[in-house]
């Protein structure tokens, strides 16, 4: 008859056993979706990016690369610091625009305060700084006068911002910007549009980083010159 030291040992050899059985599942798991995900190092239409409908025409010798955001986006927020890093590294060959969300009052309110930032000329010592405000230290900033009493000293008085932030120009950049994410069809964000014609966006099977990867693809893509057409008579 079997002793308690051997049944036991039995039962933790075949724990052991199922644990490896989970690991190593999951590991080919993983592996069979980074073969899948982009076979020959390129990235699938339809899968990793979409084709815009209506895109944009976009002129100049760089490659547009804009981003849909908002500040009230957590996921944003983090894909934020990954993205200006990526943008350096690429300013050779891209020309980088922001372009705030307007898909609720919120947002639309956080849109405002971008351009408004932007008029002010304080928009980049402010932007990341308002990001922090936000997500880190979990500042409740849903009025403009909130924003305004935050962002007094920063490079601008809160009288000032709430002048810029109600005027005409503002309200018109507001508009472009809620018109163009229309256009677009931009339904979440962080969403990212190359050269007017490819949409990038976060999915299950396409995280922030990978969203860089896409891109990098993408604007290689752009760059590549154009095969000619030969003529077929000769």
Not at 99 to 114: D, H, K, Q
């Amino acid at each position: 008859m079997a002793s308690k030291a051997d049944k036991s040992l039995r039962r933790q050899r075949i724990v052991v056993i199922g644990v490896v059985a989970v690991i190593v599942g999951l590991l080919a798991w993983l592996y069979g979706i980074v073969l899948v995900d982009a076979p020959g190092g390129e990235f699938v239409e339809g899968e990793h990016y979409q084709l815009i409908d209506n895109p944009r025409r976009v002129r100049g010798d760089k490659v547009e690369v804009m981003e849909f955001f908002s500040y009230g986006c957590i996921h944003c927020y983090e894909f934020d610091p990954e993205l200006a890093e990526w943008v350096e590294a690429h300013k050779a060959d891209v020309k980088f625009v922001r372009m705030p969300a307007t898909g609720s009052n919120y947002w639309r309110m956080l849109a405002r305060t971008y351009y408004t930032m932007e008029t002010l000329g304080v928009l980049e010592q402010d932007h990341t700084a308002l990001f922090a405000e936000i997500h880190a230290a979990r500042r409740v900033l849903d009025t403009p006068q909130k924003i305004a009493e935050w962002i007094d000293g920063r490079g601008t008085t809160s009288d000032a911002f709430l002048a810029a932030f109600d005027s005409p120009p503002v309200d018109n950049l507001v508009q472009g910007a809620d018109q163009m994410g229309r256009r677009l069809k931009v339904a979440s964000v962080p969403t990212i549009i190359v050269a007017g014609k490819y949409l990038v966006r976060a999915t299950s099977d396409v995280g922030p980083s990978r969203m860089l990867d896409v891109m990098d693809y993408l604007v290689s893509k752009e760059k590549e010159p154009a095969t000619p057409v030969t003529d077929p008579s000769g």
